[in-house]
């Protein structure tokens, strides 16, 4: 025998619930009543909407976006096992890069004494080169890059091979709040046979891999661990070349770049991997 609906006082009781909840879940979509009386407004519940209003709860509880938890109650359990967890994972990612930021902070606010830098210079040749421009946010970026310059470095073996490190430059800040945009970028061997694969793969294309040369240009860089490239310690090595750039006098010419000369995966943390360097005049 089916049980009677119940009105959304007794609903909200069984599950654990304020009316005023149970309403909003209704205007957002996340749990609409089973019957509404046109005449009286009055809402009605059946009792196996319980354990999804429940779900709905607990979502809340972990701060989910309502968007996420519309999509996870239509799942499946072991599904919505799956998304629940990987919304944790973002949750515990997004948390240690907020730490991060907070103990940078402390340091910077608290005056005490930065990591020391050594600055360099170096002079780059002409080069031409196979970039992959994209605006997007700091949270991006770690997926992003390794997935562009594995693009990149494919196309390049079939443009003569690489002629110098890869690097990502950032034509405009990338942080929680500012898109940039970032290309990253290969140096290739062969000018004429970029020229020939970008026609051939990338015409019409709205966005993807574009073809430029560079002109020679002298860099102002210095050398990071792979831990240091974490953000937020990696401004601090942006902070420093910039700072050296404006002791000796000179011009930033270009866009600030990260550039990979060590296999990342195969390096630990306290191995150099990447220069933070800034074309100069």
């Known amino acids: 025998m089916r049980e009677a609906p119940l009105t ?25 009543p089973a019957y509404v009386d046109e005449a009286t407004g009055y809402r009605w519940y ?20 309502l968007a996420r938890i519309a999509e996870v109650v239509e799942l499946p359990g072991a599904q919505a096992a799956e998304a629940v967890a990987a919304y944790w994972t973002d949750v515990e990612e ?30 780059v040749p002409e080069q031409a080169v196979l970039a992959e421009r994209k605006h997007l946010l700091t949270d991006e970026l770690p997926r992003w890059i390794p997935a562009a310059l594995d693009r990149l470095l494919r196309a390049a073996e079939e443009c ?4 110098g490190a890869p690097y990502v430059a950032y ?14 970028c290969v140096p290739v061997a062969d000018a004429r046979a970029a020229e ?27 050398r990071i661990t792979k831990a240091q490239v974490a ?26 770049r990260e550039v990979y000369f060590a296999d990342w995966d195969a390096v630990g943390a306290t191995d150099e991997v990447c220069d933070i360097a800034f074309p100069v005049a």
């Open 8 to 32: 959304i006082g007794a609903f909200a009781a069984r599950a654990r619930l304020s009316p005023k909840a149970l309403r909003l879940y209704d205007r957002l979509g996340l749990l609409a």
């Open 94 to 123: 997004r948390r240690a890069v907020q730490g991060a930021v907070v103990a940078h902070l402390r340091e910077r606010l608290s005056g005490r004494r930065p990591t020391m830098y050594e600055i360099r210079t170096c002079d």
């Open 171 to 184: 034509h405009a800040e990338v942080s929680p709040d500012s898109d940039g945009p970032a290309e990253a």
């Open 46 to 65: 059946r009792a196996e909407q319980v354990e999804r209003a429940r779900l709905v709860a607990l979502l809340r509880q972990i701060d989910m976006p």
């Open 196 to 222: 020939e694969w970008v026609a051939a793969n990338c015409r019409g294309a709205t966005s993807g891999t574009a073809l430029r040369v560079e002109p020679p240009q002298r860099l102002a860089y210095t």
């Open 231 to 256: 953000y937020p310690q990696i401004i601090s090595a942006f902070e420093a070349v910039e700072a050296w750039v404006e002791r000796k006098g000179l011009t930033i010419t270009g866009p600030c």
């Open 160 to 163: 003569g091979g690489t002629a």
